[in-house]
């Protein structure tokens, strides 16, 4: 089961068909992209409990389905699927399915903490 917060702030349980509906973070971060062919950098736009959303170079051929990793500062190297792609952009979720590692947690988390303290 993963965990999310809803609009009071408070945690709650989230049924996997209900991913798609997750609050997301909208974000500009560089990251890594590691999938079996090598690493190259690329750019985390969104997060949520359930997923990421990244644009990368259309060029690499990334599939659904396909197992990658993604590294970064605060996310930390993170195992995900790919879910969906129309490049440069691309959806990917938390591997093994219905889990938020946990710097994904707080990397969320810090970016509600900005959007809140935003003007």
């Known amino acids: 089961m993963i965990f999310d917060r809803g609009e009071d702030g408070q945690a709650r349980a989230v049924r996997p068909f209900d991913l798609r509906r ?16 090598g690493e190259t950098g690329i750019r985390i736009i969104n997060i949520s409990a359930g997923g990421i959303g990244f644009t ?47 710097g994904a947690r707080i990397l969320f988390d810090a970016l509600g903490a900005a959007e809140k303290q935003a003007p």
């Not at 997750?22 to 062919?37: E, G, N, P």
């Not at 599939?63 to 605060?74: A, L």
């Open 56 to 102: 990368a170079d259309p060029l690499l051929g990334l599939k659904p389905c396909e197992p990658i990793m993604v590294r970064q500062e605060v996310l930390g190297e993170v195992r995900l699927i790919l879910r969906w792609g129309i490049p440069p952009r691309y959806g990917a979720a938390f591997e093994p399915p219905n889990t938020t590692p946990p």
């Open 22 to 37: 997750l609050d997301r973070r909208s974000c500009d971060l560089a990251a890594v992209l590691v999938t079996s062919h």
